[in-house]
């Protein structure tokens, strides 16, 4: 059955979230469209939440779609601009660790332990990518985004247990197509450039090249950091050396970018289809932790560094190495300003045959990528100092094959298998404490530890559904997927300065030998009273990975437990109506939702010792409602009204926790983690987990007498106040905020060129979405006298407005 609703091809996104226009202002309906322009209705949209081509109106998933048309008009081009479209999604940038810390619903995994793969997968053309380094990724030239909330581990295999977030990059037209775009940012001072060509090559062969090149001139940020002298003990000789600790002299973040993605598409029969596609990422930053502010502090001002005043206000303080240790710490740039350095590239061949009532698909793909970076503590110290390097590198190949039948009666099925083999390698140096050893070697002279360690897995995994045409009203779905991995990894400290071991120990190697075994169950239930009303209920669970966390230190009180975790595991239920009425003029959807976790995957950082400790919470539980509506009246062509409201409870239900650093008896550090101090935290909130966020969006397009047209759009978004650490630390509390985007567009008559302006942030409001706590912060844990730890947001950005020509050709 096919719903006979009709949704924009500007407006698509699907259950709880009209969160099209947060980004740029709200889409209006297309211009060369004039009949649904004149007659006001919202056009159908197809997606392939279940790996196959499914009315967005029929399919009994909670799924947000963004259309090529709303990706090029928000300028969409990474994850972290599509975070500002989807209610409860959160993504914090942060170049070290993880490299991101993806939130959903409450949902999500933190930042500094390198071996965590995310709770919502990201998915790029059917491939898997579990590493928070794809937010590195400049995602563009896409045909859609479909963002799925909820487990979805029978279609998207492990590592779903929050939802997916799934890009199509576009693919090769059979007309000749080319278009050139040229942007310019006024806060970053970024120029941008972006082009494809598009069309026929032979007969039975299409190819499509896109590129895109952006440099900035500035920065997101101001640099707060100043000169501040510290005083090393030379332990050679036992003198004091006085060594200066300069600002990094680089723009925050000062990027240069360059993509390319290149597109063959073969069809020697009309039931086969070859598609083949490569791409190449390299993103060059000139400050690392540029977007990480200390903005809470229990007196005013940071506890490494009274001068430094804690502010919530768009100042990174981003120092170079001190004098001396530039150069010597192995991949620390000579003069030891801070940076980070991201290569990647991929390569897929999605082989397609069709046998007229059945389909048999092959995904293969091969994708790699390496991050370097170096920093120093974000807030400089005259009596300490924090100066780290990293070089890692992943490398992954998979092949997922599929077998779907379309036999014209009530039963089809679909089966599949997947394989994953991935190898990363990573090391690790770094410097603290003022220490300093003159007379040996340049490597070595200030070095506190040399870490390498890495992690091989292999995932095998079989899936199937059946599903079941009860009538023609009623669908009844079920499936499984059984899932096998195993990890072997190894961690070492190669070296420790010999005044720092016994704290740290050298080659005392921790290994890993982990085999996890699970099965994740789906059923739904779909009816379609009518044409243009869809009901629907489910039963669905999902597995995340357990794993080894390879960018751990190695202290004396480490034991394996500290550096090794638990597959999470999650199922619930959820019932949903999607509907539209006053013939397709207006979409009302809903859906309540109630999902239960177990071992949930949450990381500590001890900022005192500087230990990392990924801990498995004993259960959660995410519970919610979500509304939507979009309006398209037709006696305003052109208005188009929409916006969602979300309800969603996210809680702790059994967990024993680490104290956060600095919490006191009285503030609920009265128990015991492990062998280590503990507070109970059940029934406290998740991490970026506000109770309601909400959104109204308008649009307005108009056209001229000349034929040319113009649009206005605007979003006023607002998400209620919430922690952002994952242990309840007070200080982490975002407050409630507004945010405002709206945009501007004039179109020519001839379709060929267009002019926009688009300004996000217009209130230049902070918020973050995502905190960690600051080294040499925090003292006293589980005494009467503690001091928390100061934390440190990961903060999104400021305003910015954007100033973007694009030319078809």
Request: charge should be negative; hydrophobic fraction near 35%; glycine fraction near 8%.
């Amino acid at each position: 059955m096919t719903s006979k609703a009709k949704y924009p091809s500007a407006i698509t996104s699907t259950l709880c979230a009209i969160t099209l226009g947060t980004w740029a202002g709200i889409p209006a309906v297309a211009a060369a469209d004039d009949d649904l322009l004149e007659a006001g209705r919202l056009e159908e949209v197809i997606v392939t939440a279940r790996k196959r081509e499914e009315s967005l109106q029929d399919v009994p998933v909670v799924v947000n779609v963004l259309t090529e048309e709303e990706i090029d008009r928000y300028a969409l081009d990474g994850l972290e601009s599509l975070a500002a479209n989807i209610p409860e999604l959160f993504i914090g940038r942060s170049s070290n660790g993880s490299g991101a810390q993806i939130t959903l619903r409450g949902v999500g995994s933190g930042r500094t332990t390198m071996g965590m793969e995310q709770s919502t997968a990201v998915v790029v053309d059917g491939v898997y990518y579990g590493h928070g380094m794809f937010l590195n990724e400049a995602m563009f030239d896409l045909a859609s985004i479909e963002v799925l909330k909820g487990p979805q581990a029978l279609f998207f295999g492990k590592n779903a247990t929050a939802g997916v977030i799934s890009f199509n990059t576009a693919n090769p037209t059979e007309e000749f197509e080319a278009q050139m775009r040229a942007g310019y940012e006024t806060t970053a001072e970024e120029y941008s450039a972006e082009g494809f060509v598009s069309g026929q090559i032979s007969p039975n062969l299409l190819g499509r090249l896109a590129v895109r090149v952006s440099d900035m001139r500035g920065g997101y940020f101001d640099q707060a950091a100043v000169d501040t002298p510290i005083s090393f003990l030379d332990l050679a000789t036992f003198e004091p050396v006085t060594r200066n600790q300069a600002p990094n002299d680089g723009s925050l973040p000062g990027t240069e970018a360059y993509v390319a993605r290149g597109t063959l598409v073969w069809t020697p029969t009309e039931r086969f289809t070859a598609r083949f596609k490569a791409s190449i990422n390299e993103r060059n930053d000139e400050a690392n932790a540029w977007n990480f502010v200390v903005f809470e502090c229990p007196g005013g001002f940071t506890q490494p560094n009274p001068a430094v005043p804690c502010e919530r206000e768009f100042n990174a303080h981003v120092p170079n190495a001190p004098d001396g240790v530039g150069g010597n710490l192995p991949d620390m740039k000579e003069d030891g300003s801070s940076y980070n350095e991201y290569n990647s590239w991929a390569m897929t061949a999605d082989l397609s045959y069709d046998f007229g009532n059945a389909t048999i698909t092959s995904v293969t793909n091969y994708n790699w990528h390496r991050n370097k970076w170096g920093l120093s503590q974000n807030v400089a110290s005259p009596t300490s100092y924090i100066a780290a390097t990293q070089n890692t590198s992943l490398s992954a190949w998979s092949n997922e094959t599929r077998f779907q039948t379309y036999f014209d009666q009530p039963v089809n099925f679909m089966v599949g298998f997947y394989y994953q083999n991935t190898d990363r390698d990573h090391d690790q140096a770094g410097a603290f404490a003022p220490l300093e050893i003159s007379t040996n070697p340049p490597e070595t002279q200030f070095t506190s530890y040399i870490k390498p360690s890495g992690s091989e897995a292999e995932t095998w995994s079989g899936f199937g559904q059946l599903t079941w045409r009860a009538t023609d009203r009623t669908e009844l779905a079920a499936g499984v997927r059984y899932i096998h991995e195993t990890r072997d990894s190894f961690l070492v400290q190669s070296y420790i300065m010999p005044a720092l071991q016994g704290l740290f120990l050298q080659d005392v190697p921790v290994y890993g030998d982990q085999s996890f075994t699970d099965w994740t169950p789906e059923v739904t239930v779909t009816y379609y009273p009518a044409d243009n009303l869809t009901f629907f209920a489910g039963y669905k669970s999902a597995y995340k990975s357990g794993g080894f966390a390879v960018s751990s230190l190695i202290v004396a009180a480490t034991v394996p437990s500290d550096v090794t975790f638990e597959p999470e595991t999650g199922d619930g239920f959820e019932v949903g109506m999607k509907s539209m009425l006053f013939d397709d003029q207006l979409r009302f959807n809903m859906t309540l939702y109630r999902f239960e976790y177990e071992d949930l995957q949450v990381d500590f950082f001890d900022s005192v010792t500087f230990q990392f400790i990924t801990t498995n919470a004993g259960a959660a539980k995410v519970e919610g409602v979500e509304f939507e509506a979009d309006y398209a009246p037709n006696a305003v062509p052109g208005l188009l009204l929409s916006g969602y409201l979300n309800y969603n409870k996210g809680r702790y239900t059994d967990y024993i926790a680490p104290c956060y650093t600095g919490q006191s008896i009285a503030a609920g550090c009265n128990t015991n983690f492990g062998a280590g101090l503990g507070q109970d935290l059940s029934g406290e909130p998740l991490a970026m987990a506000p109770d309601w966020v909400a959104s109204l969006n308008a649009a307005y397009e108009w056209g001229t007498e000349s034929g040319h047209s113009w649009e206005v759009g605007g979003n006023l978004r607002y998400s209620d106040d919430f922690i952002s650490s994952s242990f309840g630390a007070p200080l982490s509390r975002q407050d409630s905020y507004f945010n405002l985007d709206a945009s501007l567009r004039f179109r020519h008559s001839g379709g060929h060129w267009e002019a926009a302006v688009i300004a996000r942030n217009i209130t230049d409001d902070f918020h973050i979405s995502g905190e960690t706590d600051l080294p040499n912060s925090g003292s006293g844990t589980g005494t009467n006298d503690a001091v928390p730890a100061d934390p440190v947001g990961l903060v999104d950005l400021p305003r910015t407005v954007l100033f973007q020509v694009t030319y078809n050709f």
